[in-house]
């Protein structure tokens, strides 16, 4: 079958939208209580999450939405589920080895070093991690569970779909950072970062709102994280 330029054309768009689309992050001027109640959250939903390393439909579905002001970055999601994993954990368990959960990555210079992985299970139970290095070149796994974000909140909700999480990350907290390069945000100022989900039903799966090309170290693609930008 003889494929049509045109066709050609917009298969190779939509490649270049996947990766290279800048994610917008609106700026509020709204008060957000994390609750994890999302019936007055204001900003459009992003999604749905695929299979992180095909791009394939999940069988459930996982929206993110993301907002800003001059102090925190605010990180809402919403979780079909219809057979949550889980339990209440002590902050910092390791609950991406059993729970459901969903997770965000932030690297606010984008070097792929000293960035940010938060994850919340739906009891509401949160780590913080810092990876100061993961690629050989740069000295390969190097991470520190004992780094905390002061002032990071989170909290989910189960509901009759599933889970609501809502995350509020302090900018104040990522300034010392060691070499993290953390630049206060404003109109234009631009992240690179992921957001996640790990789904453990009948068949587990690993999820993205930007799924990767490379299989080599799971969500820890950061060459391949998408480029958040914050918006008035």
Not at 100 to 115: A, K, M, R
Not at 161 to 171: D, M, Q, R
Not at 208 to 218: C, E, F, R, V
Request: charge should be negative; hydrophobic fraction near 35%.
């Amino acid at each position: 079958m003889k494929i049509s330029p045109i066709v050609v054309f917009l298969s190779f768009m939509c490649s270049i939208t996947n990766y290279s689309q800048n994610i917008a992050i609106h700026k509020t001027n709204d008060e957000i209580k994390i609750d994890g109640d999302l019936t007055d959250w204001k900003t459009p939903f992003l999604g749905p999450f695929v299979i992180h390393n095909s791009g394939e439909n999940a069988t459930q579905s996982t929206f993110v939405s993301l907002v800003w002001n001059d102090e925190n970055l605010y990180v809402a999601y919403r979780s079909a589920d219809s057979k949550i994993i889980g339990k209440p954990q002590k902050k910092d368990a390791p609950i991406f080895n059993t729970d459901d959960l969903v997770e965000f990555f932030i690297d606010p210079d984008g070097d792929s070093q000293n960035y940010i992985e938060i994850g919340v299970n739906a009891f509401s139970s949160n780590y913080d991690l810092l990876l100061k290095c993961i690629s050989p070149n740069c000295g390969g796994w190097n991470t520190a569970m004992s780094f905390d974000i002061a002032g990071l909140e989170s909290v989910s909700k189960i509901t009759p779909e599933g889970y609501n999480t809502e995350i509020k990350i302090p900018f104040s907290s990522l300034k010392n950072i060691k070499n993290g390069n953390f630049t206060q945000p404003k109109s234009g100022t631009k992240w690179r970062g992921n957001a996640f989900r790990i789904d453990y039903g009948d068949a587990t799966e690993y999820l993205a709102l930007q799924y990767y090309k490379s299989l080599k170290y799971g969500f820890h693609q950061p060459e391949e994280f998408a480029v958040f930008e914050f918006v008035e």
